[in-house]
């Protein structure tokens, strides 16, 4: 018998009560938990188990992201099509990133003065329609690279208003206890969208066109709608009146701005993303390297992500680390120096290892960053903080793909991945010496 849903959290992560949780059985921590003899391997299904809320949602997202990833890589074929320039097709991402960073801390800001179960229904249908738009478009026969162009930044101006709202909802639909585990299913739904999407994609398009690839995403976002419509309220906790007030970027910056251990989790990965991320050099790689094409270079690009994939299938002993903060600083150096000898290796096959290991470590390092920003900070301020994030994951690889073309173009490729991962291994390091608090953080006294 699943409790009767509530529309107010509890006052802090801490003192959750889980009888009134949406979605969560009174008995769901007790049924869900596993004697402490007892060692879990694989990925933590309990989530999915006590909350019908969160599985709904998780199912909505998992099948939807797969949707956007087919959309986005038709799109990246229609605009070649029509123009047939690499120059073009580069400015999709463009004019993705661009209103995805602009909009990634207000639409933070606005999930913390709303309910963001409303904010997360309305984002996902402004997305839903615009893949509707793509479809109609491509079956008129109607085909302008300005309509793509514009679609695809007005469809990052959605992502930008939904995943706030959506991942500041989380700690609101499981116990404080069950975040890391709810957070690497999360992983493994990007990542195998990530993966299954643009192969799905390809597929679609070349059997039957564009357009049924656009309406399979319309029709795939009707799952995540329906997770959405079937939440209850999910008003920020923070007194009626500052609800009603503007959205507050600045109050946001200046939380973090206060909060040592959160920051640190931005820190950490700035310097995995910028200083340690070698996927700008993987052409050249795989040429130089490996004498190879464009099929060595998907490789190249498929390996972290699949080290990711199973970091998430195998991510069932995370949930007996309390440490977090030393966790964080550990995979990131993981990933650091696993991305420094992939810099020093001549054989495909063994780069290829080097590579899933540093995926892996991502997978660990987001696990519990993500949990942090969920648990250490206050309700009404969960949504800027991930608007913040937002911003860190889109712009982090963008100047990291900067930084290590630069770099390469200077010296070479070896020396900008090979240094580039000591540097990030060195930066993470320096910045534990600095704040000695990160690393002494304890999930079961979280402390921002």
């Known amino acids: 018998m699943l409790a009767s849903p509530v529309t107010s959290s509890p006052a802090s992560p801490d003192q959750a009560d889980t009888s ?20 879990r391997i694989l990925a933590d299904l309990t989530p999915l188990r006590i909350s019908v809320d969160y599985r709904r949602l998780w199912v909505g997202n998992t099948v939807s992201w797969t949707g956007q990833a087919m959309t986005a890589l038709a799109v990246s074929l229609q605009v070649y099509d029509i123009t047939h320039s ?27 003065t709303m309910d963001r179960r409303k904010l997360g229904l309305y984002s996902a249908s402004g997305s839903c329609a615009l893949s509707v738009a793509l479809a109609v478009a491509a079956l ?9 162009y514009a679609v695809v930044a007005l469809q990052a101006v959605c992502g930008a208003l939904n995943s706030p709202a959506r991942t500041s909802m989380i700690p609101r639909l499981l116990p404080p206890e069950h975040l890391p585990a709810a957070n690497a299913l999360n992983s493994m739904t990007t990542t195998s969208g990530t993966l299954v999407g643009p192969m799905l994609g390809g597929v679609v398009v070349g059997l039957w066109g564009y357009q049924t690839a656009y309406l399979i995403d319309a029709v795939a976002f009707s799952a995540a709608l329906y997770a959405m419509w079937r939440l209850p309220a999910m008003l920020p906790d923070a007194p009626e009146g500052e609800r009603r007030g503007r959205a507050s970027v ?51 690009v498929a390996a972290p992500a699949v080290g990711a994939l199973l970091g998430g299938v195998f991510s069932g002993w995370l949930a007996r680390v309390h440490r ?33 290991l540093a995926g892996c470590a991502d997978t660990v390092s987001m696990v519990f960053r993500g949990t942090m920003l969920q648990v250490a900070a206050p309700d009404e301020m969960r949504g800027r903080l991930q608007g913040v994030f937002i911003v860190v994951v889109a712009g982090g690889p963008r100047l990291g793909d900067f930084l290590a073309g630069t770099v390469a173009d200077v010296s070479s490729p070896t020396w900008a991945i090979t240094g580039g991962g000591a540097a990030c291994v060195t930066a993470v390091l320096l910045l534990a010496l600095r704040w000695r608090r990160f690393l002494r953080y304890d999930a079961r006294e979280p402390a921002a």
Do not use: Q
């Open 20 to 39: 009134g949780t949406p979605g969560v059985s009174a008995a769901g921590p007790e049924k869900g938990s596993r004697p402490g003899g007892r060692r």
């Open 86 to 112: 690499s120059f073009s097709v580069g400015l999709v991402g463009l004019f993705s990133l661009v209103p995805l960073v602009a909009f990634g801390l207000y639409g933070g800001a606005i999930a913390d």
């Open 140 to 148: 008129a026969g109607y085909h302008r690279v300005w309509l793509l």
């Open 250 to 300: 600045v109050d946001g910056l200046r939380f973090l701005a206060g909060r040592p251990n959160l920051r640190m989790t931005f820190f950490t990965d700035m310097c995995a993303m910028v200083l340690a991320h070698p996927r700008a050099l993987y052409p050249a790689v795989a040429a130089l390297w490996y004498g190879g094409d464009a099929r060595t270079t998907g490789l190249l």
């Open 324 to 356: 977090h903060g030393l966790a964080i600083v550990l995979a990131v150096c993981a990933w650091g120096l696993a991305i420094a000898v992939f810099g020093l290796t001549r054989n495909l096959w063994l780069g290829l290892v080097f590579l899933a």
